[in-house]
């Protein structure tokens, strides 16, 4: 299994990191990538992916929620160490109109700024799409071409045609285990070739341990209940979804 989405560098996994890791190897975890967020997370990012090179794998970007009043200084400096570094990916990026939209457009150009990042550097793009989605597909569609997966997504099954359509990929996290999740129903016709294993780790921790730290070894619930839904084996989840992460991340 590869988590494709797990934020380690919270400070919260600092104790005890070496075992943690340790145990997620142990369990099956194969490799973990490593988003950014925001300016402050690039240091703590690269830091703990440099701690355990080739199996965390950093990635760099402005999520939606942290785009203020500075989001233009902070992509300066987000651009500054995509320049100098090596990452995997452009993201966590993309778009939130949940809690606030006072910066609903500056979102909006933020968003394009860092696509044109992942065009013109080969990357792929992880995509936070909440409250937001015809925008965040109308902009997407700006930019063919693009590679990239929909972060944890849930939502309808005619979305995720149009995703996949886009030749975009769907991580599948922890709400797929959570009860009377409609999400099971929404793969309808959608190729396991397109689905992608992540966490969200800390958060969206699968059933039976929702509400707790996430951990990237717990993915082989959510993998358990895409077995179901695929009519197929864990390994058979397992194998696929791995080989579509190092296909779309160029993960050796």
Request: glycine fraction near 8%; aromatic fraction near 8%; charged fraction near 25%.
């Amino acid at each position: 299994m590869i988590d494709t989405h797990a934020h380690i560098d919270d400070p919260q996994y600092a104790e005890g990191l070496n075992e943690f890791i340790a145990q997620q190897q142990v369990e099956g975890v194969e490799a973990i990538l490593v988003p950014g967020v925001d300016a402050a997370t690039i240091q703590p990012v690269l830091d703990v992916c440099q701690q355990y090179p080739d199996y965390l794998f950093p990635g760099i970007g402005l999520h939606p929620e942290n785009v203020g009043a500075d989001w233009k200084e902070q992509l300066e400096d987000i651009h500054r160490s995509l320049i100098n570094n090596h990452y995997i990916a452009i993201g966590e990026i993309g778009l939130d109109y949940h809690f606030d939209t006072t910066f609903k457009a500056e979102q909006q150009e933020a968003l394009r700024i860092q696509l044109g990042w992942a065009i013109e550097r080969d990357l792929p793009v992880m995509i936070h799409s909440r409250d937001a989605t015809e925008d965040c597909l109308n902009i997407l569609r700006e930019f063919p071409g693009l590679r990239g997966v929909m972060h944890c997504y849930s939502g309808s099954n005619e979305t995720a045609k149009e995703i996949i359509k886009m030749g975009l990929y769907l991580g599948i996290g922890g709400v797929i285990t959570f009860k009377n999740c409609k999400l099971r129903d929404n793969l309808t016709g959608i190729p396991l070739e397109r689905l992608l294993l992540e966490t969200d780790a800390p958060y969206m921790a699968p059933v039976p341990y929702r509400g707790q730290r996430n951990e990237s070894r717990w993915m082989k619930y959510v993998a358990d209940v895409l077995a179901q839904v695929y009519q197929t084996t864990f390994e058979h989840i397992d194998a696929v979804t791995t080989a579509n992460a190092k296909t779309l991340f160029r993960l050796k």
